[in-house]
């Protein structure tokens, strides 16, 4: 396993950080797989979050089936990504392919894995986070969702906000969350979410086209993390659309 900076030294909870994957990653010759992780660390809300992207060689996967203490989200950047869920209790694998620019949650209960079923080299971004001291099952069914821009049929509400259109994929309770909400935007060129802040911390993943937030760039793929209270807002100069998902975190204090 191949990492740029290891996963035993945390870093400073951070207010923003913002990301573009870089388009050159190659996988490790002996494994088919590398990572480059980008934050690992606490923040306000969580005890540790962690995010990374990878790239996968034909017919690899990271893992086999495995359950883990994290909630996390897997962002598709490739057509040949499949996502491995496995019934409680069983080793039966089921699989089902995940569109570029697609995003699958699955919390920590649920035995999973993802692979490259095909060539060329499949690219990924990932998030995990826990939160021990939130932790609940009570009442909770364990929580699993996807979604792609290319079918958006799976949502459960749809609302308009300055113009933009916005599906909401989730809203509610997660294992370490008192709301996780899930939300995909479609920016068009000349589309401005005006400047704002809020109470909890927001994952923003871009997944094509290009948008500024508080003034820096940022180009498909590519990620910011949005710390409690950071002022904030969104444009896209254009000319092309940009496809935009919202991880909102909440947490009652």
């Keep these: 396993m191949n990492s740029t900076n290891p996963l035993s030294v945390k870093q400073p909870t951070p207010d923003f950080v913002i990301q573009s994957i870089p388009r050159n990653m190659e996988e490790d010759p002996n494994t088919g797989w590398y990572r480059q992780i980008f934050f690992f660390g606490p923040t306000s809300f969580l005890d540790e979050l962690c995010i990374h992207a ?29 996502f491995v869920v496995c019934e409680a209790g069983s080793d039966i694998e089921n699989a089902r392919s995940i569109d570029n620019g697609s995003v699958f949650f699955t919390d920590s209960s649920i035995p999973h894995s993802f692979r490259n079923a095909a ?3 499949a690219a990924y971004l990932h998030f995990r986070w826990k939160n021990e001291s939130k932790a609940s099952r009570a009442g909770k069914e364990p929580l699993q969702f996807y979604y792609s821009p290319l079918d958006q049929n799976k949502i459960c509400g749809h609302s308009v906000y300055n113009g933009i259109g916005i599906d909401e994929i989730y809203s509610g309770p997660s294992l370490y969350l008192s709301r996780l909400r899930a939300i995909f935007m479609r920016l068009q060129a000349g589309d ?14 871009l997944v094509s086209g290009s948008i500024e937030i508080l003034g820096r760039k940022l180009d498909a793929p590519g990620f910011a993390f949005m710390g409690t209270q950071m002022p904030h ?21």
Aim: proline share 12%; aromatic share 4%.
């Design 233 to 253: 807002h969104i444009i896209n100069k254009g000319p092309d659309s940009a496809d935009l998902y919202a991880f909102e975190l909440h947490q009652e204090v």
């Design 54 to 82: 990878g790239v996968l060689s034909a017919h690899v996967a990271p893992h086999p089936p495995h359950c883990h203490e994290h909630e996390e989200v897997h962002v598709s950047l490739s057509e040949t990504l499949e």
């Design 119 to 121: 060539s060329p080299p």
């Design 192 to 205: 401005v979410i005006p400047l704002h802040r809020h109470p909890h911390e927001v994952i923003f993943i």
